[in-house]
């Protein structure tokens, strides 16, 4: 199957005084279409900042980052901001919701802002919202909700634009470890049901096996890769 994300010796270098800090240093990576890629590595390893390039959130210092074999960095901010609408769907660590609007609200914005929404784009959100058990607080603000909740709009936002490339920053950080549970099914479910492209970061090496692939970064590097199904070996 064609690549969907291609990482080719990707930089990305920070300013720390007059010292230069490699938060990635040399990285090179493909993704195939519809695969399921995990990424661990402790704190601090380059992680986010990797996920934030491929998203088309920042640029690399050097090196190119591919999507759907197109170069991104030929692109202009009109055409990264379509990707970064249409194409991608990021699950971040913090939840970024909008305060004044309802759980509801914040999940429909991203399809209104693309001029997506339709009775049946809204169907399909209400079936991700339901998915990730928000029925009952989906006219809830963000304050009147638990971190977990919170998470899980974030989550249900991400995934109601059937994006074809999820990046999710640690899905499940806030969640129980049932809750846990059915976030990484609903993922595998976007996975299989509709051939969407999942890059995970994710700590917990039980849940790095919901995976095809997992690589470990360190110190802005590639440092392991391992298929999935010998994840009990890492
Ligand atoms: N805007 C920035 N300016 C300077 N340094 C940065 C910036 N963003 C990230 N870094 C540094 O780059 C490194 C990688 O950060 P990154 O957020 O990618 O780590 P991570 O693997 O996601 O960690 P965590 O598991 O804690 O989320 C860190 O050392 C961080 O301090
Ligand atoms: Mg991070």
């Known amino acids: 199957m064609a690549n969907k994300v291609e990482v080719k010796d990707v930089f990305k270098t920070y300013k720390r005084g007059k010292a230069e800090f490699h938060a990635l240093n040399g990285i090179s990576l493909s993704i195939k279409e ?9 704190s ?17 210092t050097s090196g190119e980052v591919f999507i759907d074999g197109v170069s991104l960095s030929l692109l202009g901010d009109d055409a990264l901001s379509q990707i970064r609408r249409e194409k991608v769907g990021f699950i971040f660590q913090q939840f970024n919701l909008l305060p004044t ?3 509801r609200e914040n999940i429909l914005l991203p399809l209104r802002i693309a001029g997506k929404s339709s009775r049946e784009t809204e169907r399909y959100a209400d079936e991700v919202i339901e998915a990730v058990g928000l029925t ?3 006219s809830n603000l963000p304050e009147e909700m638990s971190g977990g909740q919170m998470q899980r709009v974030g989550i249900a936002r991400a995934l109601a634009i059937r994006p074809s490339i999820i990046l999710a920053d640690e899905p499940t950080g806030n969640l129980d470890s049932k809750t846990s ?6 993922l595998k479910d976007c996975q299989e049901q509709f051939k969407q492209t999942i890059i995970m ?9 919901y ?4 690589i470990r970064l360190k110190d802005g590097q590639i440092d392991e890769e391992v298929e999935a199904y010998s994840a009990n070996l890492i």
Not at 211 to 214: A, E, F, Q, Y
């Open 44 to 60: 601090g390893s380059g992680k986010s900042t990797l996920l934030h390039l491929i998203g088309a959130l920042d640029k690399p």
């Open 101 to 103: 609007l309802t759980a």
């Open 34 to 42: 519809g695969e399921f890629l995990a990424v661990m590595g402790p």
């Open 201 to 209: 970061v994710i700590h917990d090496a039980k849940a790095a096996a």
């Open 211 to 214: 995976g095809d692939r997992i």
């Open 181 to 186: 549970e059915e976030i990484l099914n609903l």
């Open 136 to 138: 009952n607080w989906s």
